[in-house]
């Protein structure tokens, strides 16, 4: 089989087979990473491939076999290799056994640790073929009775989540257990269907109301009945071992899951409101939010100054901006591209939201009293490179993360800011003094996330004088430029929008800025010399991504005010 590095890439083979042309490959290229999807899952929602294409495609790719399992039946004696929680998790079917040789079909590729995992579950050497998503889906259901669940409950081909029946139906309390498992995993995977970054479980005074928040707006979906309440809440505090019979103070959780072929964590908080608790379950999908730092949005003026900040030997880089607005992922992006064998790379985070190979680790733990301060001192007796501390919440995590900074160490971490040039105000507020922050800071990159427009429903419009003023444009400065507005389609479920792109404000350190910084000059004595040198604020990134066809004046006037300018 080949190796990864020889193996040839899937866009090529696609080509080769005829199966796609290469302008397609583009178009599924770039669409993948707007959205943050695999190549093969980007061409078929461009009606460019289908499954069993792309099933072939991946065989080749592999060196492995190609299946139809609707072509067969398989044995019973087969399918009684593997369980049903195995199959399930795995999304494998197995097909056949010669000797101690089981060989399983999957519609995507099983890397080592998976196929070293079933080798072991199985108790028997495991080899692999590839086969279409929907004949592996089918074999699933038609053997194991995967799958069944989800006509009940979402039925009529609608992908929202339906919970009528629970009412319709007279159910035992063993009945209801199970139906409220299965509601609970539904309630999952229907979000990360619809690109959902939370699920909200709200208890209201007479009803239960469910809300996906999807690219940063919140959406009331189909709820179940009120009876359902504490059974629902109870599943998910099991889930994420909490502490079923506490119900006065808040708690925090963690669910991991598999959807899909994909490994899913979920962040969960409980909070006792007045009609019950409340439960939020932040998803955190492994594989489609550790992006590379070129699918970050930069203007390639930005992008260009951040990796030469990337590549200083010491001093702090931060992240500011509220909850949600991506720091996180800025952050890892940044991480993956310095990860290389010869650096020592040691984090502190509060979780550690996604596992990076070649990176130690570190999860805080306050129940023990294992906070970032402690973290920080002891991994600085790691001899690490780069050091990266989740967040700066305290004035002993700040001296400790400069003094770091100031001895060789390249330090990343995130405030929480209005924009860049009052993270060093916050620092200063934190009781740090003026000469560290001034000597150790090295750059600070603001960030927001806004939402990118439709590219099936979006449509061209000429903004008046009022509105262009609002975000600080002339227009002269829309003459000959396009600009868009959001209208509403069935790809974008009527919202005008899919997806999100970072909004960024850069700011690097000069002479100039450190002496400002030494004086306590104010925030906007600091914002104007940051401008002259090459800073963009967050509202004219916000207008040059308005300007591109990218997202609309309303949208940036979300995170930024005329103010800024």
Known sequence: MLTESKKMPLGKILVGLKFCSVDQVKEGLKHSKENMMMLGESLIELSYLDDEKLARALA????????????????????????????????????????????????????????????????????????????????????????????????????????????????????????????????????????????????????????????????????????????????????????????????????????????????????????????????????????????????PVDFDRFQKILKKPNGIFLVTGPTGSGKTTTLYAALTALNQPDVKIITAEDPVEYNLSGINQSQVNHQIDLSFSRILRAMLRQAPNIILVGEIRDHETAEIAIQAALTGHLVFSTLHTNDAPGALTRLMDMGVKPFLVASAVQAILAQRLVRVLCKHCKKPYTPDATELKTVGLKPQQVAGKTLYQAVGCKECKNQGYRGRMGVYELLEMNAVIREHTFQRASGLKIRNEARQNGMTTLQEDGVRKVLLGTTTIEEVLTITHRDDL
């Open 60 to 299: 080749k790719q592999q060196g492995v076999k190609f299946v139809n399992l609707n072509k067969y039946d398989l044995p019973p004696e087969i399918i009684q290799l593997v369980t049903k929680d195995v199959v399930e998790e795995h999304e494998i079917v197995p097909v056949m056994k010669k000797g101690r040789m089981v060989t399983v079909a999957t519609h995507r590729v099983l890397e080592f640790y998976a196929l070293d995992n079933l080798r072991f579950i199985v108790g028997n050497e495991v080899d692999w073929v590839i086969a279409p998503e929907s004949s592996v889906k089918t074999a699933m259901k038609k053997y194991y009775g995967i799958g069944g669940m989800d006509d009940m409950i979402h039925g009529d081909g609608n992908e929202d989540v339906k919970y009528k029946d629970f009412d319709a139906m007279e159910v035992t309390t063993d009945d209801e257990e199970g139906y409220v498992a299965q509601l609970v995993q539904l309630l999952i995977t229907d979000a990360i269907k619809q690109r959902a970054s939370d699920i909200h479980i709200e208890p209201m005074e007479e009803t239960l109301r469910i809300r996906y928040r999807v690219d940063g707006d919140c959406q009331v979906m189909e709820a179940p009945p009120k009876r359902l309440q504490g059974p629902l809440i109870q599943r998910v505090k099991i889930l994420s071992k909490m502490k079923i019979e506490e119900k006065r103070i808040p708690q925090d959780g963690r669910i991991k899951t598999r959807v899909e072929g994909r490994d899913i964590d979920l962040r969960v908080s409980a909070l006792p409101c007045s009609w019950g608790e409340s439960v939020v379950m932040r998803i955190l999908d492994k594989q489609k939010n550790l992006v590379g730092l070129e699918v970050l949005g930069m203007a």
